[in-house]
């Protein structure tokens, strides 16, 4: 077989039968003006333009539109940091005493919002009892209507800090501005939800700061895109970033998200930063949160989070405590066997 | 809490503000000729008819066209035979020596398309030994292009069953019209393919025999029309069906369909038919297969199933062949395991 | 720039870093057993093998799966008989006294299903009154549910062909399995519905005989699955196939479907076949046809499938009535002014 | 027909069969407790609650997640502001001399990223010549990925003021931060990217400002969803939105996006608000533009959003240029031509 030793190509460009040469002349003047190597094959069907050097900062979608152009792909993935390909060792994310990504599952629970200081109270004494080495509540909430209740805000910060005190819990809790910040300097690990994944003046804030962050997937992105928001922190300086499959949007709607369980193996081999999920938010039935919860351990996920919902007091029903004392609890319990089953088979 | 005691509503009309009343007239006149008791609630901003009766039968498309009509909602699930709601206890489909959906994890395994005596023995050996209680392997193939191998057909039927000889194993295999049942009286389980999933001929067809049937779900089908499907063969006569989670498609297309995990936890509580996946057709990926299967079998399906491809002699690469006798053997025993592990927490 | 004068590649594989040589060296063996040339760029990062010669029969996702691949691009569309590439000129499908695809704007127009033969009758003779050259109606009937109206089935063709030779319309009506096609001997366009756009036992039948098919798409079917689909009738030898889009399946659901009008221009370029749209079943509500329809005729579109339905003896309800002899007149005389200014346009 | 003459219900909640009924005491207690009526109808098979009064604030995951809960279903829309039903005459949006929404067809174009003076100021020229009202170019861009082009920034908007300045256009640009918005006071009308459509803090800053905003959908984000956002500005007291179609993403993926061209009549249906589309973001080919602007406008749409690429200088490559001088006028003028038919049609 006759090689042709020379570098790889990194991005191919199809060209449209016979190209007009005048056009074919301008592309590739302009392509080596951007430091790139330009491989021809033209033959009598179609004609593939190889390019090599770096071509992260060329714009495909610029070159697709162009009239002697039918497709334009892309052969190295577009992320660099986040790449396992370059860091082939798994990046462990320090928060609290855990090591998220070392190997061991980690709990990431709570309810979702703050609501006072009793029900936080109760709920953090309860999933820390069952494991959990995360606490995890809202005070800030993204909702999507402007009449729901938006979280205690600033006072919800303090009720979840006094949390942390009373139980040693390192917390969890989302951001949905780039000005809070300030307000997230006590808080261990900090959430971006799937509505702020595309937001870059976030994500760039956040590469700039020496503090984990967990971003969720948003609903409608690839694991390229996806990755794409990681590689904004990772490019800021801050590679303390774990991935958290939370369901995307298909046609489906007897579950409000279709959790997506191939995100877990895929992204496991495609970035070195470890991969949570949340059966909750994935799927929005918490009856299927046992059974999704399993699946995602088994299927390799670096830990969970899962929402607890205790309301002693002024319980709205029944069924929501025994989430707390009972199913969770029992859930933990399961899901360190089932982990320990899986992490021997690998 | 004055409660008005009659029997429930089964499907709810929501009407336009001001309907007119002579439409409405006309409307519920039309409903009651089809058997139905109409409980109208009247108010300021929204009329609402409850529909009282057998609505298995109206026409919920011809009633949303109407003028005066805002929207329908069905209350009551539009299948009845497949119904866990009238049918609690989970059905268990005898195929060779095993049931499944009785508890036990079922594995159907085998190459996609018999290719040739020697490809289909040695598969078929080697996995009745990994514990595979059925073989499957494709004679007649559903392909997208009209250029791609269609299957050895009759000939590949006479090698399956020459298989099931040699080993004892039960056997399944795909149809893909009515006008081919003559060929399948001696196969033990049939598989409908997701290409046709809504060839509502074929369903009818198979309602009639005394066969067990696997249907695949096509991969823009919901829950709901899934079991419909279903339901086509349990209204013709025949209960022993067998759904089979395949993959549904959505803009992700790292892997060629999403793997929907949570219909296994739904079907489940829906339905008492088995329930069982394809990690490999619902991916697309054979790196993705360990992985899938053991979150399948940790969501509770009550078999896989799983392309083995052996190519003993001529073997297009390797790694194929490492499949067979180390990676499903391997993968095999880990899921007996797990699936232990998931009873004892039921 | 130094060109190699060779035939272009038709397909791409991208191997992973470092591929074992003894598996590079069975793959490029196999692939030359099939008679393609293989020509490989070996780099520092990546190395590609460009494919030229006759791939339409490689069968990618077998190559996907190899150890030492990455991944696996076609370059060349995997149709041929449909491709405009290789057949620049519009096909036009007699149908009648209408030519589909000559330039002019063919309106299919008729009730869903044939209730009786006054229902049809009146019908008819509207549709015709108001321009349509195709009368379409349903005999048998693609359902959902084994419990919905399945259609008058014979008695139903024998209406429709008794309404041809009142109104001199031709018809078009929907096939369901190919063991039908004995009754369709009379019929003028033969219909295959969204459910049976998979069923290539049937394509391949339909491939066989000398009669216009018009051929909706999959509510998940891409457009080069759809076309490989037209191509299946067409390598059985018949050429007249009309192609129809018909909505696809998203996660928005306030449309039954989603109307993909992209999907008329992309297709007038990709295939020389006439391209008509159905914007009811394209959007499952009536109230948005008249917008759906002048979209598509903007759009490009060869014609229109649109539903009237007529019930003046017993109407369900005013509304409906004035669809036929009120709505559906004035948008056809909408769409026929349309349709000449975007001709000019063009 | 005995009607009930009472308010009608704006949400229902379906139990399961046989709730338990201390837990349903719990439930409607609370409910009540909200300032709703609660209207039960309790029947042999299932039991409905109807909810009187405003249930925008409930959270209908929470009643949904409870053990005796089957399913809710809201009846009344959950937006208000936005909602035509409470506002039924159009609301027009004044930008410059221009009322988006009166009637007229409003052509915003230009550039999609400021490069610099010459080809803004040949863009700006070029539109308003072609009949474009407003100009539109992306001085912050908000990129995937971290290494591509981010815009001029600051300069970028001193060179767009400048451009309005010399033709007297108004300008579009797009902001991606609550903290930019005293960059944008001089600014007519304020762009919201898709990405940022479900960043609530910066809607809400929003909501509190009198300029003119145009919001793009999100590509998962369903008609009421996006109506959600809109009320956010509105609820703030800012009425001057406009929602711009951008295509949801799919499963087709030979365009980027798939333009859901019923979301234009659907939109102006539901609300008040003026709806324009993009059909180059919409599709992400710019050879779909000219047959998808024609079908916007043809089904009902205020206004198109077109990128227009000039390059005289140092043209990438002819095709390009060809848009601006010729292509976008041609365009536009047919465009004009095709939105009169339309406007006597209705």
Chains 1, 2, 3, 4 share one sequence.
């Not at 949340?278 to 919860?293: A, E, H, I």
């Not at 405590?321 to 609890?329: A, D, V, Y």
Request: aromatic share 4%.
């Amino acid at each position: 077989m006759p090689l042709q030793r020379q570098k790889g190509a990194q991005m191919i460009i199809l060209l449209k039968n016979n190209p007009d040469p005048v056009q074919l002349e301008d592309l590739t003047g302009w392509l080596r003006s951007l430091g790139l190597t330009v491989c021809p094959t033209v033959g009598v069907g179609q004609t593939i333009l190889g390019l090599v050097g770096d071509t992260s900062r060329v714009d495909m979608d610029l070159i697709a539109a162009l009239d002697i152009v039918e497709d334009v792909k892309r052969v190295q993935e577009p992320f660099k940091n986040v790449n396992r390909k370059f860091h082939p060792e798994n990046t462990v994310v320090p928060v609290g005493q855990t090591g998220i990504g070392d190997g061991s599952l980690t709990l990431i629970a709570g309810p979702c919002a703050v609501e006072n200081e009793e029900q936080l109270l109760t709920a953090a004494h309860a999933v820390k009892k069952a494991g959990a080495q995360i606490l995890r509540a809202g005070a800030f909430r993204s909702r999507t209507s402007p009449y729901s209740f938006q979280g205690l805000k600033v006072e919800g910060m303090r009720l979840l800090l006094r949390a942390r005190e009373e139980t040693g819990l390192p917390v969890m809790t989302e951001i949905l501005d780039a000005s809070q910040l300030p307000l997230f300097k006590d808080v261990d690990l900090i959430e971006v939800g799937s509505g702020n994944i595309r937001n870059y003046h976030l994500l760039t804030a956040l590469g700039r700061i020496k503090k984990p962050v967990l971003i969720r997937r948003g609903p409608a992105m690839t694991y390229e895109e996806w990755l794409m928001s990681a590689e904004y922190i990772l490019a800021g300086g801050n590679s303390h970033v774990i991935l958290c499959e939370s369901g995307i949007r298909t046609f489906e709607q007897y579950t409000r998200n279709t959790f997506d369980i191939a995100s877990i193996p895929v992204l496991k081999a495609l970035t070195h930063l470890p991969v949570v999920a949340d059966p909750c938010q994935g799927s929005g039935k918490y009856s299927l949160v046992p059974q999704l919860s399993r699946a995602a351990c088994a299927a390799g996920a670096d830990g969970l989070v899962i929402e607890v919902h205790p309301d002693p007091q002024h319980a709205l029903c029944e069924g929501e405590r025994q989430l707390l004392t009972g199913k969770f609890n029992a859930l933990a319990g399961q899901l360190f066997s089932l982990h320990k089953i899986v992490q021997q088979g690998e």
